[in-house]
């Protein structure tokens, strides 16, 4: 196998969460490019159905499912639909995440609903698209790769509740790596900033003012935000056969900071 096909997907049937808009959109379409077949899942169908529409027009199968990602039952129900229509599950990507309300929040001023809230989204949901991955995957293997965040390392003033469960993923997966070793890889990759529309909401930066602002307070290297492809482009790896050696580890996709 030469290197450039070791990051191929040809035969492969991914799950995507959270993959209507934004990074998990970006995720859902570069496994298409990269050879995959795609099963999208989030709460609108019509976003959906716009993704599906996209990767079919790459010449991949989709499979558009409406799931609420806290929610058991419909995980299960979203592993079954992607086994019955394309065939199997190999790739699951837990990506189903962000601040409920977009509103950041210091540890201390969160009411406990509040918290539930970012934990049941945030962890609650990774642990359990794990899990039922894992099952659906059985003997055959896969991949099974967790959207973690940079807010997970060092103390997030005005963000606790999210860092704190982003950090919760980080010891998940490296858990769950031993524990589903050797036949099923874990990783996870963490994005720096990247302005999606739920870190614009929770940020206040819908103008390019703004955020050209706050991108010069963070101080990233490399003086710019990332894109969704750059975390679709980490996913890609760790999904493939390129990192058929790594589990256990988290990729922070930065910028440097």
């Known amino acids: ?37 795609v099963a999208v899942a989030s709460r609108t169908q019509a ?13 991949r199968r989709a499979l558009p499912v409406a799931t609420d990602a806290t929610n058991s039952e419909a ?19 837990n990506n189903a995440g962000g601040i409920p309300d977009g509103s950041p929040r210091y540890l201390t001023r969160t009411s406990e609903e509040q ?10 949901a990774v642990w359990m698209g794990a899990t039922i991955a ?23 003033v005005k963000n606790g509740p999210y860092g704190a469960a982003k950090a919760a993923v980080n ?24 302005p999606t529309e739920n870190f614009n909401d929770c940020m206040g930066t819908e103008t390019d003012e703004q955020r050209d602002k706050l991108l010069e307070m963070i101080g990233v290297p490399m003086q710019r935000y990332g894109t969704p492809q750059d975390i679709a482009a980490a996913v890609v790896y760790m999904a493939s056969p390129a990192a058929s050696w790594v589990t256990g580890q988290c990729l922070y996709v ?3 900071r």
């Open 134 to 156: 894992a099952k659906a995957m059985g003997d055959s293997g896969g991949s099974i790769v967790n959207i973690s965040s940079r807010s997970a390392f060092g103390p997030q």
């Open 254 to 256: 930065t910028g440097g």
């Open 115 to 124: 918290f539930s809230a970012q934990i049941d989204l945030n962890l609650k």
């Open 171 to 194: 010891s998940l997966t490296s858990t769950l790596s031993v524990e589903l070793a050797p036949t099923i890889r874990v990783n996870a990759v963490a994005p720096g900033p990247v």
């Open 47 to 59: 976003d959906l159905d716009d993704v599906a529409r996209e990767i079919e027009g790459l010449g």
């Open 1 to 37: 196998m030469s290197i450039l096909d070791a990051f191929k997907l040809d035969g492969e049937v991914a799950v995507v969460t959270g993959a209507g808009k934004g990074i998990g959109r970006a995720i859902a379409i570069a496994l298409a490019e990269a050879g995959a077949d």
């Open 75 to 93: 995980l299960t129900r979203l592993a079954e639909q992607a086994v019955s229509h394309l065939g199997k599950l190999t790739i699951w990507v």
